[in-house]
């Protein structure tokens, strides 16, 4: 039995999304450029693709979405392209301290390039407090990206109250929200959060990785960072990956169709699972929010005396696979940042175990973890030095 | 997910010496719970020879791999000749580490020269209390 349950990092491509890449690698294979029937035709399915991303995330128009590799790229455009191009009106930035990778490495990059970058902290439930927020503001302040759903303790951020928070300053500011966790899990509205860019990713939610869009409403001033001949869109240059982007399509129809079932059946199954492991297991802390302020694809907890990386490869043996806050299984030997951020200490980022479903995950799959999990923390436990009371 | 050799997921699966032993002739810890490494290594030692060695441990696996291949390769030798054992002679056994865990692999070796010492720290006490007396 293999349980994969670490789908914050990644999704399986569903055989119906397989077919849809398929039959644009090897059938409607044609760039949209051409000036020939079938590039016309790929050409109007993009067209028609942007339009139905639009329409998902109720933007007023497919020249709104740019597609990109993913999250990581439409991040990258979004803060650089934002903050390079309103140089002239400010240097500041405002990002929170639950940001993904990618965006606190661009937020380093921008500061050597002469930005000034305030990381808002968040509460020990993984919120940003809004009054945190207001004071961080500045009238050099340019642009604010704040993550829409935290992807280690699962906190849903108050987007809605950041983009009135936004609206009502005296100077235009930029707000973009890194939706990865958010995009075909949540009704998404960029209109009620009033964001100017959302990034989102396609392998977050069954479609293939190296393919997401990127979300810019119109009047932004943005620059690119990448330059090269212009294909469909000329934001970007270079050729779409039509495959990818068509196989997004299917993916997140199929994904917004059953929206409000999987939240449903994904609540129920996180609080039955959070139960059972904190009726079953001893000294576990729940890492994040309870209720409705989580995402029910999220559940993070640390289990006290053991450590993480030793947690997940013995957990990998018995066929469950989830990730880690351990310095141990980091490239770079630090503890989950995530995890410090709200609060905790090394031992609990280092204990940390993150279990994250999909919308198809099972009772009888939390079952099997459960068991496994209270053998593999008995023996880990079993062998360790440290010991509850000491 | 880094990869490790079959022997260190062998070692990981099923550590040998593992434990604590009672009436151990010295002990000794070593890491912290803050570096997200930590051990324990028991000693009983009978003419300056370890004739039993058991660990406890608080780590990854590689952690725990290192500990319990240490323990194999200790187990029967002298004081003076356990001395010798380095990281690497460990590492090795195991057909290597990824380099990112090097640093695990010293903590097995530390903790097993922290209860050596201890061990002839508690013997030259001992001498010296024989002869006082």
């Not at chain 1, 640390?302 to 299984?329: D, P």
Request: net charge negative.
């Amino acid at each position: 039995m293999k349980i994969f349950l670490d789908n914050c990092r990644t999704t399986r491509v569903l055989p119906e999304v397989a077919q849809v890449v398929l039959n644009y690698m090897t059938n409607n294979f044609a760039r949209p450029d051409g000036l020939y029937e079938s590039a016309q035709e790929v050409y109007d399915d993009l067209t028609k693709a942007r339009e139905f991303f639009a329409k998902s995330i109720n933007a007023d128009s497919g020249e709104e979405i740019l597609f990109t590799s993913g999250a990581t790229e439409s991040n990258n455009v979004a803060i650089i392209g934002v903050a390079r191009a309103n140089r002239n009106k400010g240097n500041h930035i405002i990002i929170s301290a639950l940001e993904h990778g990618s965006v606190m490495s661009i937020a380093s990059q921008l500061k050597n390039e002469g930005f000034e970058v305030t990381v808002i902290p968040v509460d020990d439930e993984g919120f940003i407090k809004l009054e945190d927020l207001e004071r961080a503001i500045r009238p050099s302040t340019i642009l604010v990206s704040v993550i829409a759903v935290g992807h280690f303790v699962g906190s849903i951020m108050p987007l809605e109250q950041i983009g009135e928070i936004l609206s009502r300053q005296s100077h235009k500011i930029y707000f973009h929200t890194d939706a990865a966790e958010m995009y075909a899990k949540f009704p998404v509205d960029v209109k009620k959060f009033k964001v100017d860019l959302m990034s989102v990713s396609g392998h977050k939610f069954h479609a293939p990785k190296g393919v997401g869009f990127l979300y810019v409403k119109k009047g932004t001033k943005i620059e690119p960072i990448m330059y090269g001949a212009e294909s469909f869109d000329k934001r970007r240059p270079g050729g779409e990956n039509v495959p990818a982007i068509m196989g997004m399509k299917r993916a997140a129809e199929l994904a917004i169709e059953n929206i409000d079932s999987s939240l449903s059946n994904l609540r129920k199954l996180q609080e039955y699972f959070i139960d059972k492991v904190e009726s079953q297991i001893d000294h576990v802390i729940l890492n994040g929010p309870r209720g409705e302020g989580r995402t029910p694809y999220n559940v993070n907890f640390s289990f006290r005396f053991i450590e993480g990386e030793a947690i997940s490869l013995a957990l990998s043996m018995e066929g469950v696979e989830v990730a880690t806050g351990s310095a141990c299984a980091s490239e770079k030997l630090e503890p989950n940042y995530a995890i410090l951020a709200i609060g905790g200490d090394h031992e609990r980022a280092h204990g940390s175990i993150r279990f994250t479903f999909d919308r198809f995950t099972t009772k009888e799959q939390i079952d099997y973890t459960v068991e496994k999990l209270k053998s593999v923390v008995s023996w880990l436990r079993k062998i360790s030095p440290i010991k509850a009371g000491r | 997910m880094l990869k490790y050799t079959e022997l260190v997921m062998d070692h990981f699966k099923n550590p040998r010496n593992l434990g604590k032993i009672e009436d151990a002739s010295a002990q000794a810890t070593e890491g912290s719970i803050a570096c997200g490494d930590m051990m324990t290594v028991y000693l009983k030692v009978e003419d300056d020879r370890i004739t039993d060695i058991k660990f406890e441990s608080y780590g990854c696996a590689a952690n725990i791999s290192t500990a319990s291949m240490m323990t194999e390769v200790v187990k029967g030798l002298s004081l003076e000749e356990a001395k010798q054992i380095t990281w690497k002679d460990i590492v090795e056994r195991l057909g290597g580490l990824p380099q990112i865990k090097y640093h695990c692999s010293n903590l097995a070796v530390d903790t097993l020269r922290k209860a050596i010492k201890a061990y002839e720290e508690s013997a030259a006490r001992s001498v010296k209390d024989e002869s006082l007396s």
